[in-house]
């Protein structure tokens, strides 16, 4: 089993920033990717950005040059740096992680982008 908690959502005006944050803990080996999805009211989950652990990422065209997705493996930890975010941003923000063929997600923090 694979625990991820996830921090840092919140509210945040147009234009503003925030950082989240996706602890992994328990059994960590072989993850092959991690990575953030959102959900929106009424729409359905998406992915935002992945990182596999050899570094390689991927994003979202709705969120390329404004996030930044990277990871601290000593602290087996993900982070989502979010730049010049819009109220279209506004979401259930959760960390998933791929470890043989099983997928774990988290909780969920909320992001809340006010125009």
């Known amino acids: 089993q694979v625990q991820l908690v996830e921090t840092g959502g919140g509210l945040v005006q147009a234009g503003g920033s925030l950082r989240l944050s996706c602890a992994a803990s328990?059994?960590?080996?072989?993850?092959?990717?991690m990575a953030w999805y959102r959900q929106a009211p009424g729409k359905q989950r998406e992915l935002v950005a992945q990182?596999?652990?050899?570094?390689?990422?991927y994003y979202a065209d709705s969120v390329k040059g404004r996030f930044t997705i990277s990871r601290d493996n000593a602290k087996n930890t993900i982070y989502l740096q979010m730049n010049s975010l819009k109220p279209e941003d506004t979401a259930v923000y959760y960390c998933?992680?791929?470890?043989?063929?099983?997928?774990?997600w988290g909780q969920g923090t909320q992001v809340t982008v006010s125009s």
């Open positions: 328990g059994n960590i080996f072989n993850i092959n990717y």
């Open positions: 990182i596999t652990t050899g570094g390689s990422t």
């Open positions: 998933n992680v791929a470890r043989l063929g099983r997928l774990y």
